[in-house]
C-alpha cells in the first residue's frame, strides 16, 4: 500500500496502476489512504485535458474539452469510492458531459444512428465511467436531486438502448456481492414498504415527497419494489401514480426501464394467463393500467421504448401484450376498444364526428384539450424520425389478426378471436 501510495504521489500513475490491478480483488480503494490519493490523483487529471476542440464565441471551456484516457484508468479504480468527495462527483460529470459534447454529440442527444467514430469512442469511455463508479456511487449518495441532475445530464446524451443498457449493469452491482450496495439495497426496500403501507389519496403529497426522496439515488430498487406491490394491489396505482410528480427527469427513465423489464420477463417466469387459461393474469392487467396511467399523465415517460417492446412482443407472437397497448390508447386519446356497442352508441355511429367520439369516449375523464395532447404524444412516439414503428405496428396487429388462431398455446379459441384481444 506505501508503495502505491508513493508512485500516486510521484504522479506514476503508469506503475501504480499495475499495482492496483494485482490488488483489484482486495478492492485497495477502499483504503482511506489509498482513496484520497484516487481522488486526488483523478482532481489533477481533469484539469489536464487530452485535447481542445474549436470553441464557438461564449462558450464555456468545460464544454469543449476532451478527456485524457488516464483519466478513465483512475475513474475505473476508484470506483464507487468517489461518493466519498460530492464536489469531485460532480466536477466528474460535467467533464464528462462537455467529453461527450467535445467529440460532436449534440446537446440534444444522440440518435441511434449518425454516429461518427470519435462519438462512439466517447461514448464507450463515458458508459465505462458510469457502470464502474459514477451510478454505483449514486447509490450510496442519499437524496441528492442535484447529483441526480448532474448525472442525467450526462446520460441525456446518448441513447435510450445505451441508457437502458446502463441500468442493467447497475441493477446487477446492486443485486450483486458489493456489501456497501447490498445494505443500502435493504435500507431503501425497508423505507419503500412503510411508505406504501401509509400511501393513500389523501396522503399523496406528504409521503410522494418521502418516495421521491428515496428514488434519487437507488430508483431502480425503488420501483422494482412498487411494480412488485402494483401487480399485486391494482388499488394503489391511482395513488402511486399521482405520488410520482415529485420524480427527477432520471427517475422517470428509469421508471420506464423498470416497466420494461417486468413486461419483457413474464415471458419465462410467469404466466400472462390465469390457471384457466381463458383470463388474462392480474399483474398483467394491473401493470396494463398502470402504463396507460403513467404513459397519459407524464410526458417525460418515455414511450417510444414502450411502443418498441409491444413491436417486439408482436414479432414474438405474444399477443396478449396488446392489452398494455389498449390501455395506453383509452387512457392518452380517449379511444376505447369495445366489444359490445350498446343501443345508444350504435346509433350514435350514423352522426357525425363529434357524436361519435362522444359515444365512444363518454367514460373517459379529463378534458378534450389533454386527450389531444396524449394522442399527439402518441403519434411523435410512432412516428419518430430515427425509427418509426407506425407502420410496422399497424402490419404486425393485422398479421397478428389472421395467424392468432394458429400461433397460441391456449386451447381456448373464445380468448384467441382477434377481435376480441387486437385492438382496431
Known amino acids: 500500500m506505501n508503495l502505491i501510495l508513493g508512485f500516486l ?132 449518495l442519499s437524496a441528492n436531486p442535484a447529483a441526480v441532475n448532474e448525472v442525467y445530464s450526462v446520460l441525456g446524451l446518448l441513447p435510450y438502448t445505451a441508457r437502458f443498457r446502463l441500468y442493467s449493469t447497475w441493477k446487477d452491482a446492486i443485486n450483486g456481492r458489493n456489501p456497501m450496495l447490498a445494505a443500502q439495497r435493504q435500507l431503501t426496500v425497508q423505507e419503500v414498504r412503510r411508505i406504501m403501507r401509509r400511501l393513500s389519496k389523501e396522503n399523496v403529497k406528504e409521503f410522494g415527497r418521502k418516495l421521491g426522496k428515496v428514488a434519487h439515488g437507488d430508483p431502480l430498487t425503488v420501483f422494482s419494489t412498487i411494480l412488485g406491490q402494483i401487480e399485486v394491489y391494482n388499488n394503489m396505482i391511482q395513488p402511486v401514480v399521482d405520488a410520482f410528480k415529485y420524480l427527477t427527469s432520471m427517475g422517470y427513465d428509469v421508471l420506464t426501464y423498470s416497466v420494461i423489464v417486468n413486461l419483457a420477463q413474464s415471458n419465462s417466469s410467469r404466466n400472462k394467463l390465469k390457471e384457466d387459461g381463458m383470463n388474462v393474469s392480474l399483474w398483467l392487467q394491473s401493470l396494463a393500467a398502470f402504463c396507460g396511467h403513467v404513459t397519459r399523465k407524464y410526458p417525460a415517460f418515455h414511450l417510444t421504448a414502450l411502443m418498441q417492446l409491444l413491436c417486439n412482443q408482436l414479432k414474438n407472437n405474444q399477443s396478449i401484450d396488446l392489452l398494455v397497448l389498449k390501455e395506453v390508447l383509452a387512457k392518452m386519446t380517449g379511444v376505447e376498444v369495445l366489444s359490445d356497442l350498446s343501443d345508444d352508441q350504435v346509433a350514435a355511429m350514423a352522426g357525425g364526428e363529434q357524436l361519435r367520439t362522444e359515444a365512444l369516449t363518454f367514460t373517459m375523464t379529463g378534458s378534450a384539450k389533454s386527450l389531444q395532447k396524449g394522442a399527439a404524444r402518441l403519434k411523435d412516439a410512432l412516428m419518430s424520425k430515427d425509427d418509426p414503428m407506425a407502420v410496422p405496428f399497424l402490419v404486425l396487429i393485422g398479421q397478428q389478426r389472421t395467424s392468432i388462431l394458429f400461433n397460441t398455446d391456449t386451447p381456448h379459441l373464445k380468448l384467441v378471436r382477434p377481435d376480441t384481444r387486437c385492438p382496431r
Open 9 to 140: 504521489e510521484a504522479r506514476a500513475w503508469q506503475h501504480a496502476q499495475q499495482l492496483l490491478m494485482r490488488l483489484a480483488p482486495l478492492e485497495p480503494a477502499a483504503s482511506p489512504v489509498i482513496g484520497q490519493a484516487l481522488r486526488s490523483e483523478l482532481r489533477r487529471l481533469l484539469d489536464t485535458p487530452a485535447e481542445v476542440q474549436p470553441m464557438e464565441e461564449g462558450e464555456a471551456s468545460t464544454d469543449s474539452e476532451l478527456l485524457a484516457e488516464p483519466t478513465f484508468e483512475v475513474l475505473c479504480v476508484l470506483g464507487l469510492w468517489i461518493h466519498k468527495d460530492i464536489v469531485l462527483f460532480t466536477q466528474l460529470c460535467r467533464k464528462l458531459r462537455g467529453h461527450l459534447l467535445a467529440a460532436g454529440i449534440p446537446e440534444t442527444g444522440l440518435e441511434s444512428s449518425g454516429a461518427t467514430p470519435l462519438m462512439l469512442e466517447a461514448i464507450a469511455q463515458v458508459e465505462g465511467a458510469m457502470e464502474a463508479a459514477i451510478l454505483p456511487a449514486l447509490t450510496l
